[in-house]
């Protein structure tokens, strides 16, 4: 064989080999050992198929709207009945706001025929203090007596009454009196008949 053509035929060998070597992209087929294989999750797998898609991320489950209440008409409910927002009732204490009415009890019956309470309201139809007798006075105002009667004019108004003084029943300033000592701001001896 001819130098020429040996030389043509180590070259041609020299340049498949060297061009299949420069375009394969594959690893070398020698199978290397488990440890070495790599495991990174950006490794393409050499079966031609596509990896496997995460999980979709799971919606959590929609929470379900608070229950809420409004106290229940107390012309309709019992004191303490809230209405829920789900459709049910049930007792709630912040419903629960009912008072007994106070009883009132009989201070003394004013004149004419008006009863005066404890609590300070008054009642013109309280049957202890409505008496069906003719007025001792005709003409109007508290009953007569002559040394009640300051101004002269036949008729004893609210403001010329004795009252406690006399040993009679209160008169507003009386009442008045009265509350003032109680609350500390009347002191002395106008003090000394309400203790």
Known sequence: MNTKTLVAVIGAVVTLTLGACSSSQTSPTVDAPASEVPTSSSAVPQTGTTPPLPPAPVEPAALPAPITFECGDFSLYQSGTALYSDGTTGYEASCDTYQAPVEKIL??????????????????????????????????????????????????????????????????????????CEEGYITGELCSRYN
């Open 107 to 180: 201070w003394y019956c004013d004149y004419p025929e008006t009863a005066v309470y404890t609590d300070g309201t008054s009642s013109g139809t309280d049957p202890a203090c409505i008496h069906d007798d003719e007025p001792v006075n005709p003409g109007g105002g508290y009953p007569y007596i002559a040394s009640e009667d300051r101004n002269g004019d036949g008729v004893v108004n609210g403001y010329e009454r004795c009252g406690l003084a006399c040993g009679e029943e209160p008169t507003s300033g009386d009442i008045q009196t009265q509350h003032g």
